[in-house]
């Protein structure tokens, strides 16, 4: 896994299309403090092509996750947001501008570190 910095996200975000449209395939809770999200996208470095990429989690300190039997149904055509602020990195579903509006999420999630690996679709 690499380290996905705070400098680096908006760049990740463009290469993936902010995940618009993506498909939102599992989301693991590995412990209390560490939980891993796969999303299927388009990756634009790749001429488009699909990949799945693999999001971990780190040092969680507030979490709201769908059930698994809900995944297939969310509709992902607002693609996520990922904001860095006051030391954390916060993951939401949908576009959202500060990390408290991402609380209003189905699924949000605010951790202190965050990894990702590109696997094959």
Known sequence: MKPLLKNDLNTFLKRFGNFVDAELRSIEIISPTIVKITVATQDSARAFDWVAIVL???????????????????????????????????????????????????????????????TSF
Do not use: Q, R
Not at 72 to 101: K, R
């Open 56 to 118: 971990e989690f780190s040092g969680v300190s507030d979490a709201k996750v769908p059930e698994s039997s809900k995944l297939p149904h969310i509709d992902m055509s607002d693609g996520i947001t990922l904001l860095f602020a006051e030391n954390s990195f916060t993951f939401a579903l949908g576009v959202y501008s500060t990390p408290l509006s991402a609380t209003n999420s189905i699924c949000s999630i605010k951790a202190t570190s965050l990894k990702y690996k590109e």
